[in-house]
């Protein structure tokens, strides 16, 4: 394998920058016109010089040609051309136009991961640009992000700044796919032509939200899960963000993306540095279900957090569906010991324990064990838990307060709100302004205050509402609006010191069901809680979704009792299978469970502990899509190919409707794979070409069938 970076001089004053990964190429060139464009983004060719820009015999737009936005890199406002820019700057002399020249590029890395910086100076005013590509060669995949220097005296406005604009080849058509969703309907999978203009894809709430997630992927209409070109990409970033995917009038199709610009502007003093968020994406010619499958890679080698990136994750138990509010230690005792008899492993008590909390209208923000609930604090229960054989787990909510609070009353500064105007709730709750440096420091002292004299082991980090009135009324000057950024990366700091002084602690971002799932929080949480909504049917929807940018390693759900959402009822199995997708987890009141259910959890507990390695480490494939047909089936394969885990789920059969056979993915097609009640191995090419048949009938039933490789 070749270093990955190739930076060849075309002219003297031309330069062409090839990036390689294992399958794919991107790239891109100083040119004749003093712009750094795109010149190509796809399958790897074979040849060095097929990358060149080839210039057409004649220009087809003629003397139309200046209207033409071109393919640059990272576009900046200011002179003639329109496109989604990614920097837009205020001088202090007023001056609104930036532009930029090429100053330099640097490369540094080895044949797997490399580093390609391209240094770029506005040739009159004292700013610096530097484009970071950083190459992943075996999982093929590129993450662009950008740095703005201040190099003069004078502060600087930077009123857009987006990590990268992504160029795609000309095609007749193109389709767009995104997530799209709700409370209670995360993830659902949206994919429609690409008209001609903007589609944006964005959120102005301050955080991730769930109806919209910062992910896209285009095809030119003909890909399916295992065939056909596929861009993708997926930003990492938790708070305001948008997507800009245009195409415009001259066909040329690009993605620009980053940070919003909506009521953001940030004041960049002399000599500072902004730093974007970084935007992963990649090009691959196997589909989609091959484009989830270099994410979910690249995200466990590289993104979950590092110490706990190759550790089982273990099963949950977690109180809520069942207490509420209404925690006590005999409750709490009273559910681990069952949880623990069926082998729970980690026992999360939820919200409800703190300050005044018996229901959502009071007591967020007050941060002390309730002394009616738990007259001894909570060491009783926690050993308890721990002599039981499981470790335990907290639920928090540090970026919220409510009005009916010590917090609030002794704080009222602390919330955004604009003078002069109301402040609204949203359930019952005023966000905290965790922009303010001492806000920070108030939710440090008090995890640090639970997590040092507890023995905890896993933090359900939660999140609530939406952003309003989001005013700073005492921001340094000039930096209220910095607020949309400034949140959000103190919640990241935060999370940084607390595991890195607890790096034992695992956890769990939750914001109202999936509301905070990105790759920006991502390096400080092990798995995000996929939705408030635990009704299996729906979740095959939505983790179909979820699973297209995000891995099942970092995918907690839940068996509950049937929930009040769809009013229907499943067999345990069904329940479990589907929770099983990805780390595993239980919320249900065993209490009420009859003996033989109890049982058959222990069973299929540790079944799951049987094969978590497949499914928190394995490859994962969409055989069939719940959106299709009444019968979906997904597979895992073990990273070691040993094993494979499919399994199918059927909504309800009709009478004489026979499910067809179902085809493998992946597998090794000159192996023999065996499974629990098979008279004979079978081939991984028949597996995969004649495919599995299907004895399933019923309403809401499932199979699991776990494969060996003989
Ligand atoms: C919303 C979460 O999604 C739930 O799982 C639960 O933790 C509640 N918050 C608690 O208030």
Redesign the pocket.
């Known amino acids: 394998m070749s270093f990955p970076v190739q930076v060849i001089e075309t002219l003297p004053d031309q330069h062409l920058w090839v990036l390689e990964t294992r399958t794919t190429a991107y790239a891109f060139s100083w040119n004749q016109h003093h712009r750094l464009e795109n010149v190509y983004w796809g399958a790897k060719l074979a040849c060095p010089a097929d990358y060149a820009p080839k210039a057409l015999g004649f220009d087809p737009l003629g003397n139309w040609n200046f209207a033409r936005n071109t393919r640059e890199e990272f576009p900046t406002w200011g002179d003639y051309k329109f496109n989604e820019p990614c920097l837009k700057v205020r001088y202090s002399d007023g001056v609104r136009a930036c532009l930029l020249d090429y100053a330099d590029s640097t490369t540094a890395g080895n044949d797997t991961e490399a580093t390609l910086t391209i240094h770029l100076q506005d040739p009159h005013y004292p700013l610096r640009v530097r484009l970071i590509y950083k190459v992943f060669v075996d999982h093929d995949l590129i993450v662009r992000s950008a740095e703005i220097e201040n190099t003069g005296d004078d502060p600087v406005e930077i009123e857009q700044i987006l990590s990268a604009a992504w160029h795609l080849p000309q095609r007749d058509s193109y389709q767009l796919t995104t997530l799209s969703g709700k409370w209670g309907g995360e993830f659902q999978i949206q994919r429609a032509d690409l008209p001609q203009g903007k589609q944006l894809v964005e959120r102005r709430r301050g955080s991730t939200g769930y109806d919209s997630n910062p992910f896209f992927a285009l095809d030119d209409g003909t890909a399916g899960e295992t065939r056909g070109d596929v861009w993708f990409g997926a930003l990492a970033f938790s708070g305001n963000y948008k997507l800009v995917i245009e195409r415009d009038a001259f066909e040329q199709v690009y993605v620009t993306g980053g940070i919003h610009d909506f009521d953001f502007c940030w004041r960049l003093e002399a000599g500072e540095v902004f730093r974007t968020p970084e935007f992963v994406a990649g090009f691959t010619n196997q589909g989609y279900g091959e484009a989830s499958r270099l994410l979910h890679a690249y995200e466990t080698a590289q993104v979950v957090p590092r110490v706990s990136a190759r550790q089982a994750r273990p099963v949950v138990y ?1 109180s ?1 569906y069942v207490t509420e509010f209404d925690v006590s230690f005999e409750n709490q005792e009273r559910a681990a010991e069952l949880a623990a008899k069926i082998g729970v492993e980690l026992f999360v008590m ?2 409800g324990w703190f300050g005044q909390r018996n229901s ?1 209208r009071a007591g967020l923000g007050d941060w002390y064990v309730n002394p009616e609930k738990f007259p001894n604090g909570l060491a009783p229960l926690i050993r308890r838990v721990n002599e039981l054989g499981m470790e335990f787990g907290i ?1 928090v ?1 540090p970026e919220m307060v409510n009005p009916d609070s010590d917090l609030y009353r002794a704080h009222p500064e602390w919330v955004y709100h604009f003078p002069n105007r109301p402040r609204s709730l949203g359930r019952n709750q005023y966000v905290l302004n965790v922009s303010r440096p001492d806000v920070q420091q108030f939710i440090l002292n008090f995890m640090n205050d639970l997590l040092s004299n507890n023995n905890i082991k896993f933090i ?1 980090w ?1 999140m ?1 509402r939406h952003f309003s009135e989001p005013g700073w009324p005492d921001a340094p000057e000039g930096r209220d609006r910095e607020i949309w950024v400034r949140h959000t990366r103190g919640v990241y700091e935060i999370l940084r010191q607390l595991r890195e002084k607890y790096p034992q602690v695992l956890f769990e971002s ?4 999936g509301g905070r799932v990105d790759l920006g929080v991502m390096p400080y949480v092990e798995q995000f ?1 996929m939705s ?1 909504n635990t009704d299996p049917y729906d979740d095959l929807f939505i983790q179909e979704g979820f699973s297209l940018a995000y891995a099942p390693l970092t995918r907690m759900m839940w068996v509950t009792d049937t929930n009040g959402i769809n009013g229907r009822s499943y067999s345990l199995d069904f329940r479990f299978h589907l929770a099983m997708m990805g780390v595993l987890g239980m919320g249900a009141d065993l209490t009420r469970w009859s003996q033989a259910d109890l049982s058959r959890a222990a069973e299929l507990i540790a079944l799951y502990k049987d094969i978590r390695e497949t499914m928190q480490f394995g490859a994962f494939y969409r055989l069939r899509s719940p959106r299709e047909s009444a019968l979906s089936a997904f597979q895992f394969i073990h990273p070691s190919g040993r094993e494979a885990v499919v399994i199918i789920f059927l909504s309800q059969s009709r009478f004489g409707y026979f499910s067809t056979p179902v085809h493998l993915q992946g597998l090794d097609p000159n192996a023999r794979y065996v499974a629990e009640g098979w008279d004979e191995p079978w081939s991984g090419q028949a597996l995969m070409k004649r495919g599995l048949p299907v004895a399933l009938k019923g309403s809401f039933v499932s199979q699991l069938i776990r494969l060996s490789r003989v």
């Open positions: 977690n809520w939820d919200d959502d639920w909510e359900k939660d609530n939750c914001s109202g069901g809680w408030d």
